[in-house]
T-cell receptor, first 113, second 118 residues
Framework: SQTIHQWPATLVQPVGSPLSLECTVE??????LYWYRQAAGRGLQLLFY??????ISSEVPQNLSASRPQDRQFILSSKKLLLSDSGFYLC????????????FGSGTQLSVL | AQTVTQSQPEMSVQEAETVTLSCTYD???????LFWYKQPPSRQMILVIR??????QNATENRFSVNFQKAAKSFSLKISDSQLGDAAMYFC???????????????FGKGTLLTVNP
């Protein structure tokens, strides 16, 4: 069966420090991969999605970037964190042929202080 | 651009009773998917139910069912025989049926926090 791993679960970082959140999917190949952010009291906002290795699409301009170095690995990064980057980050994947089904990781709570 | 609106920030229900959560959406497309996701205190997002717009029959999953009104662009979730474990934030979401580009993304509403009272 397919599983998605996301880490770390919690992260506290100072303003101006770098960020790297990692997500991996097991048990499938060529998934679509997504990074969503959930701000406090709000819904989910899509940040990035990827349909293949090295293919990244950004939904909103921001201080973050994403990379997909391997088929089942998706990384969210920042060179210098801002206070506004705080939030709950969720990685998700969908099967290549059934893209309407989206499965989420357990999330990372990022606090930028 | 598509938008999803959940007009009820919070709802409560007594255990074993029925509750309906509302969702409306705006789109110019004729084919799409609609979803309800549940986010319990663990914050794990769990797919509850899915509806394909081209299907007239309302989707059901055990105690969960939807009332899909395509003309009205309404997609409500009914939870029957509510249980304590149903307490969570519920998100309505929309996805285009088209392939390619940003059509892959889900557009979420802001959520409804459901409390189940014993």
């Amino acid at each position: 069966s397919q599983t998605i791993h996301q880490w770390p679960a919690t992260l506290v970082q100072p303003v101006g420090s770098p960020l790297s959140l990692e997500c991996t999917v097991e048990g499938t190949s060529n998934p679509n991969l997504y990074w969503y952010r959930q701000a406090a009291g709000r819904g989910l906002q899509l940040l990035f999605y990827s349909v293949g290795i090295g293919q990244i699409s950004s939904e909103v301009p921001q201080n973050l970037s994403a990379s997909r170095p391997q088929d089942r690995q998706f990384i969210l990064s920042s060179k210098k964190l801002l206070l506004s980057d705080s939030g709950f980050y969720l990685c998700a994947w969908s099967p290549g042929l059934m893209r309407e089904k989206l499965f989420f990781g357990s999330g990372t709570q990022l606090s930028v202080l | 651009a598509q938008t999803v609106t959940q007009s009820q920030p919070e709802m409560s229900v007594q255990e074993a009773e029925t509750v309906t959560l509302s969702c409306t959406y705006d789109t110019s497309e004729s084919d799409y998917y609609l979803f309800w996701y549940k986010q319990p205190p663990s914050r794990q997002m769990i797919l509850v139910i899915r509806q394909e717009a081209y299907k007239q029959q309302n989707a059901t999953e055990n105690r969960f069912s939807v009332n899909f009104q395509k003309a009205a662009k309404s997609f409500s979730l009914k939870i029957s025989d509510s249980q304590l474990g149903d307490a969570a934030m519920y998100f309505c979401a929309y996805r285009s049926a088209r392939s390619g580009g940003s059509n892959y993304k889900l557009t979420f509403g802001k959520g409804t926090l459901l409390t189940v009272n014993p």
